[in-house]
């Protein structure tokens, strides 16, 4: 009877990996594409699953569009560029994750509340079509990564591999590991993340993990400033990048973001820990409704174009216009 159970013991399967050689990525998104070019530079294949033939079409001209403007501001070459984009490749079919490494997991709903049931039946569906000692992971911010992981057959090959944005500056992931995770899944999300450059910041399995708990909560509180009429949102932003050294203000993270994505955050966080801290503030509910969700479509906390800001001049009751 052991001998039968043996058979089908993950950890008696994942044996020590050769090279890395193939990632998959579940979801092309504005993080999905940082992620797919970060690891394509290092000289890894990326393989990427997403809903349509059209929307594959639309990811890969944005990729080409990024890798354009890095040759025109950072001296990237144009045979370096092809050989980045000859890396990755987009598919719908699931079963071309066959002979991945790792599957980063990186959809973005737009549904209201979270995601775990897609994301769950997102890990189902991976599961299925790699090897046993393929290591399946999570970009999730707010979820817990043992809720995803229950989900699959092999659950201890599930980790949380959060990365921050712009991933190509960031050089961190905040890896989680939950109860059962084994040290063999751990060990090469490990030297995956070291191969494309990020440093491990291991958490302990919480809800938001540092970054998105930070980032959360001071969003909130310049809210708060900025309905109390204290500050504008320029001055705000002007204050905590000029005492805190961030490159971005409050606000335009916000708008970086996606006040959508900011928004989902608070719900995940104040829905599993029940603080009113990450309660969303009214005025980004506000936001939601108008439609001002940021950068992406134009307009947020700022006028956006071309990716440059441009400050409002109204008040809070006109959301600045």
Aim: include cysteine; hydrophobic fraction near 40%.
């Amino acid at each position: 009877m052991s001998e039968q159970l043996d058979r089908f013991s993950l950890s008696k399967n994942l044996q020590p990996m050769g090279v890395l050689q193939k990632v998959g990525l579940i979801g092309c998104g504005s993080v999905g594409q940082e992620i797919a070019l970060q690891v394509s530079q290092k000289g890894i294949e990326v393989v990427f699953i997403d809903l349509n033939d059209k929307r594959i079409k639309q990811i890969k001209q944005r990729m080409d569009a990024e890798l354009e403007s890095r040759i025109q501001k950072w001296g990237m070459t144009g045979s370096e560029k092809k050989l980045v984009l000859s890396r990755i490749k987009g598919y719908t079919d699931y079963g071309k994750l066959k002979g991945c490494n790792i599957i980063i997991e990186t959809i973005h709903s737009k549904k209201q509340g979270t995601s775990l049931d897609e994301r769950m039946e997102v890990f189902r569906k991976v599961e299925k079509v790699v090897k046993k000692e393929t290591v399946i992971t999570s970009n999730t911010a707010t979820l817990m990564i043992s809720d995803l992981a229950s989900a699959l057959e092999f659950p201890e090959r599930a980790l949380g591999m959060h990365f921050i944005s712009p991933v190509s500056k960031i050089n961190i992931v905040e890896v989680v590991r939950h109860a059962n995770t084994n040290d063999e899944a751990y060990d090469l999300v490990k030297k995956f993340s070291k191969m494309i450059g990020k440093k491990v910041i291991d958490c302990s399995e919480s809800p938001g993990n540092i970054s998105t708990r930070m980032i959360a909560t001071m969003i909130n509180e310049a809210c708060s400033i900025l309905m109390e009429g204290v500050a504008t949102v320029s001055n705000i932003d002007e204050v905590m990048k000029e005492a805190t050294g961030f490159e971005f203000g409050p606000f335009e993270m916000a708008d970086k973001f996606g006040v959508d994505k900011i928004h989902k955050w608070m719900q995940n966080l104040y829905h599993e820990q029940g603080d009113l801290k990450y309660k969303p503030s009214a005025i980004i509910k506000r936001m939601i409704r108008a439609k001002m969700l940021g950068l992406n479509v134009g307009e947020g906390f700022y006028y956006w174009k071309d990716g440059v800001k441009k400050p409002k001049t109204g008040g809070v009751r006109t959301l600045g216009r």
